[in-house]
């Protein structure tokens, strides 16, 4: 469940990881059932939810902090203990929640909790993948979008947020990077991405785009189901495909993959938080050929805690090989996971350090 308000690009597959009881996504995420407050491995057993009443969480803290606990028949956990911490974090989340409009000092927030502003910091960083500042600014940024999402009026949006100005919401982009509040409000309307599919090195690539710049790019084994990603991530735009749109664009991913393009300079038009931005033009620094762990890029960035965060930036990626994500690896020389697969990371590699 991501706190900046957009619809998760990978629910689809997660979900149908969720029905097909697939083990090797045992690992990648949990689920939470509202209905019976549990959350659950993608292989459990037990019978399959409704669709409205499952929510996605990364990781097993990050759904106990939510309120779920932990099903007894699946274990998601594995035997691993249940981090004390985990309590402090879930009352300072619930004390941000109901105050989010308001300032709030860190100090505050750890008096409530009953501990050192020093600790929670540090353990609400390393069970969510934020501060407690770019939690209580990503609840009220969905607060925000909520508003618009119902027709209130933009200045008393603004305020009931507690963004105090408009000129806040245009600093922290609540409603992503390219597209202004009142364009939120009327849904996106109007947008108009073009997408073609052609065959590729590592299967069937996916290139969409505005007339600003490319919005998504993606690899795959089935048209069908590229598509229907795509038009998950802008649910309020126009989409349509058009054979040969974007040739020169194409054409430049299509030699890149081939490795006869090292380096990728396309204009893009896609919507992300600030953190996303910060980690994407990071992963593109990074040349051809090599790798980074994903606490290194944590450093990086001057955010050496937010590894999970880091990854999440990662995993919803919009635009793969123009924001190289893939040459992100675990420390310890593993690939980590790749949203497109992680044999199609391993050839991706593999013909870099060629």
Same mark, same amino acid.
């Given at each position: ?16 990881? #969720? ?5 090797? +996504?045992?690992? %990648?995420? !949990? ?22 009443? &499952? ?10 902090? =939510? ?30 929640? +109901? ?29 969510? *993948? ?5 939690? $209580? ?11 618009? %999402? ?8 603004? @305020? ?21 509040? *009142?364009?939120?409000? %009327? *849904?996106?309307?109007?947008? +108009? ?7 590729? =090195?590592? *299967? ?12 998504? #790019? ?42 006869? /393009? ?7 038009? &896609? ?7 910060? #980690?994407?033009? @990071?992963?593109?620094?990074?040349? @051809?050929?090599? /790798? ?23 995993? /919803?990626?919009? !635009?793969?090989? !123009? ?5 992100? #690896? $675990? ?6 996971? @790749? ?16």
């Amino acid at each position: 469940m991501n706190l900046n308000g957009t619809k998760p690009v990978s629910d689809n597959s997660r979900w149908r990881a #969720v029905l097909a009881r697939d083990a090797q +996504s045992d690992g %990648r995420f !949990v689920y939470g059932v509202r209905s019976t407050g549990v959350y659950c491995r993608p292989s459990c057993p037990s019978r399959r939810p409704k669709r409205q009443s &499952v929510v996605f969480f990364t990781t097993a803290d990050s759904a106990e902090i =939510a309120g779920f606990r932990e099903c007894r028949r699946c274990r998601p956990r594995g035997g691993a203990p249940r981090p004390p911490a985990i309590d402090h974090v879930r009352k300072a989340a619930d004390f941000i929640a +109901s105050h989010a409009d308001q300032a709030l000092t860190l100090g505050a927030i750890a008096s409530h909790v009953g501990t050192s502003p020093f600790h929670l910091q540090r353990t609400f960083s390393q069970l969510l *993948g934020v501060s407690p500042r770019a939690y $209580q600014d990503a609840l009220r940024a969905r607060r925000f979008r909520g508003d618009l %999402r119902d027709g209130k009026p933009l200045s008393a949006a603004i @305020y009931d947020a507690g963004y105090g100005s408009s000129s806040r919401v245009y600093e922290q982009h609540p409603t992503g990077r390219g597209m202004t509040p *009142g364009h939120y409000r %009327r *849904g996106a309307t109007g947008t +108009s991405i073009s997408f073609t599919i052609v065959d590729s =090195a590592l *299967g069937r690539l996916l290139v969409a785009g505005t007339d600003k710049g490319l919005c998504s #790019v993606k690899l795959g084994d089935r048209e069908k189901e590229l598509e229907d990603d795509l038009r998950a991530e802008y649910p309020s735009a126009t989409i349509q495909r058009e054979r040969g749109a974007f040739a020169q664009w194409v054409r430049a991913l299509i030699a890149h993959l081939d490795g006869r /393009t090292p380096n990728l300079e396309l204009p893009l038009d &896609v919507k992300a938080t600030a953190f996303q931005w910060k #980690v994407w033009r @990071y992963l593109q620094s990074i040349p @051809y050929g090599e /790798t980074r762990a994903y606490a290194d890029v944590a450093k990086a960035i001057g955010a050496p805690r937010a590894v999970r965060a880091v990854a999440r930036a990662c995993a /919803t990626n919009h !635009v793969c090989l !123009v924001i190289p994500c893939h040459r992100v #690896v $675990q420390k310890g020389g593993g690939l980590g996971g @790749y949203r497109w697969g992680t044999e199609r990371k391993r050839k991706l590699l593999q013909k870099e350090k060629q």
